[in-house]
C-alpha cells in the first residue's frame, strides 16, 4: 500500500531562500497583466516594457540568414568570435578614444547577462554598491542575488533625476565596491554630461577601491549632442566596465545579444562565469551583431528621431496635466513623471496612497499599463514607455488626461501642475 503522509507534517519547500526572497520584475508583471488583460478582450495600451516597437534593420536580417546558410551552427567561444570583439575594439576606439584589447570583452545573452556576469564576478557577500536612483528595475535584484548591498542615492524631478557629485562623496563607506548606473537613463530619460561625469571622477579618484560599472545600452538614443561614458574621464579608464547591447539602438530585442567591456581581470573572471552557466551566446546572433557594428547607421539615426517626436508629443500632450511633474528627458524613451500629488486621491473608497495603486488605477480606469517608480529606486513616480506609435502616445495621454479629470471631480485635491 502506498504509504500516507504524517499527519501535520510541514509541506516540502522546494525553492531557495534566495528565490523567495528575490522580487519579481515589476515591469515584466504588469506587461504580463496587460497582455492577461488584453486576450480577456479589453483594449489596453501597454506603456509598460521598453521595446522599440521598430523592425530590425534589413541589412542585419540578412546577415543572420547569411550565417545560416555559411552553417554558423558550432559552438562559439565563450567570449564571442574574435571578429565581433575586435570590431568592439574599433567602436570604443573611434566613439569613446578608449583602446583595449578582445581579450577586455565578452559577449553574452543579453546585456542583462552581461551585467549579473559583472556583479557575480566582483561583488562579496556584504560590499555596497552605489546605486544612483532612478536605476533599472534589475539592478537591485541582481546586487541581492551577488549577496551585496544596494545603497540607493535619491534623486528628484527638480535635480532632473541626478545626483551630484558631494551626494556620491557622501555615501561611499570603506565597504563601497562599486558604482552602478545608465546614462542615458532608464527610467528617466536623463544623460550624463561629460561636466558631471568628471565630477564624479573627481571623487571617484580618492577611492581607487571602487570598481564603475557604466551601463550605456540607451547611447544611440540621445537626443542632444554626442555620447560620452566615464571611460574618457583621466584615470578611470582601467576601472570602469562598460555595458551595452544590441536591443535598443538596433532594434534587436529578442536577439538577446549584450557585451561588456571590462578590465581584463574582471573580464576573465567573467567568462569563467558564463562557461559554467550558459557558455558562451547563439552564434546567428553574433554574425548579426557582426553586421550591425559595422555596417550603416541611417536606421539607427532614424529611430533616434522618431524616439526624439515621440517623446515632444508626450511631452506636449501632458504639458498641463495636473499633478504631472516630468522632467522632458534627454535621451531613452521613457516619461518618469512625479505624480505624488494624487496620492491623496480616492479611489474606491480610499486613498490610492503609493505609485504602485496608481497604476493599478491607470490600467483599470484608463486602460494605459504603466509601472510604479518603487521598482525603479523613485517610489514618488511612475514610468511610462513611449516606444510606440505616435497615434498610441495620443491616444494613451487621452485615456491618461480624462481618468484623471474623472478622478479629479470626485476629489477635492490642490493638483497644481
Not at 535584484?141 to 534623486?155: R, Y
Not at 549584450?258 to 557558455?279: D, I
Not at 517610489?379 to 479629470?405: D, H, T, V, Y
Amino acid at each position: 500500500m502506498p504509504s500516507q503522509p504524517l499527519p501535520f507534517a510541514e509541506p516540502l519547500q522546494w525553492t531557495s531562500k534566495r528565490v523567495a526572497e528575490l522580487e519579481e520584475s515589476q515591469t515584466l508583471a504588469m506587461a504580463a497583466r496587460s497582455r492577461a488583460l488584453t486576450e480577456q478582450g479589453f483594449e489596453i495600451i501597454n506603456l509598460s516594457l521598453g521595446e522599440p516597437d521598430f523592425d530590425t534593420p534589413a541589412h542585419i536580417q540578412e546577415a543572420a540568414c547569411q550565417a545560416i546558410h555559411d552553417n554558423y551552427s558550432r559552438y562559439t567561444p565563450v567570449a564571442g568570435y574574435a571578429d565581433l570583439r575586435k570590431a568592439v575594439v574599433h567602436k570604443m576606439e573611434q566613439d569613446l578614444q578608449w583602446k583595449v584589447s578582445p581579450e577586455q570583452i565578452l559577449f553574452s545573452t543579453g546585456a542583462k547577462q552581461s551585467l549579473i556576469n559583472v556583479l557575480m564576478a566582483v561583488l562579496n557577500p556584504g560590499d555596497e554598491v552605489l546605486l544612483p536612483a532612478p536605476y533599472w528595475v534589475s539592478y537591485t535584484g541582481m546586487i541581492q542575488m551577488a549577496e551585496a548591498k544596494a545603497v540607493v542615492l535619491p534623486s528628484s524631478a527638480e535635480s532632473g533625476y541626478k545626483i551630484s557629485a558631494e551626494a556620491l562623496e557622501a555615501a561611499i563607506t570603506p565597504r563601497t565596491r562599486m558604482l552602478l548606473y545608465s546614462s542615458p537613463c532608464n527610467p528617466s530619460g536623463a544623460v550624463l554630461h561629460r561636466e558631471e561625469l568628471e565630477a564624479w571622477a573627481v571623487v571617484l579618484r580618492k577611492h581607487p577601491k571602487i570598481l564603475v560599472v557604466s551601463d550605456e545600452i540607451y547611447e544611440h538614443i540621445r537626443f542632444e549632442g554626442s555620447h560620452c561614458s566615464m571611460v574618457q574621464c583621466p584615470g578611470m579608464a582601467d576601472r570602469t566596465v562598460v555595458v551595452n547591447g544590441m536591443s535598443k539602438g538596433f532594434a534587436m530585442t529578442g536577439w538577446r545579444l549584450g557585451y561588456a567591456v571590462a578590465p581584463l581581470e574582471v573580464a576573465n573572471a567573467c567568462v569563467k562565469l558564463q562557461g559554467q552557466f550558459t557558455s558562451a551566446t547563439c552564434s546567428i546572433a553574433q554574425r548579426a551583431a557582426l553586421a550591425a557594428l559595422q555596417g550603416p547607421m541611417h536606421d539607427t539615426q532614424r529611430m533616434c528621431d522618431a524616439f526624439r517626436e515621440r517623446r515632444d508629443l508626450a511631452i506636449a500632450e501632458t504639458a498641463d496635466l495636473p499633478g504631472w511633474d516630468c522632467p522632458v528627458p534627454d535621451g531613452a524613451f521613457y516619461l518618469f513623471p512625479n505624480i505624488s500629488s494624487w496620492f491623496g486621491a480616492i479611489w474606491q473608497g480610499k486613498p490610492l496612497g503609493n505609485a504602485e495603486r496608481l497604476t493599478e488605477f491607470l490600467l483599470e480606469e484608463a486602460r494605459v499599463a504603466t509601472v510604479s517608480g518603487d521598482a525603479f529606486g523613485s517610489p514618488e513616480c511612475i514610468r511610462l514607455s513611449i516606444a510606440c506609435s505616435e497615434a498610441q502616445i495620443k491616444e494613451a495621454m487621452a485615456r491618461i488626461r480624462l481618468a484623471f479629470q474623472q478622478l479629479l471631480s470626485q476629489n477635492s485635491l490642490d493638483q497644481g501642475s
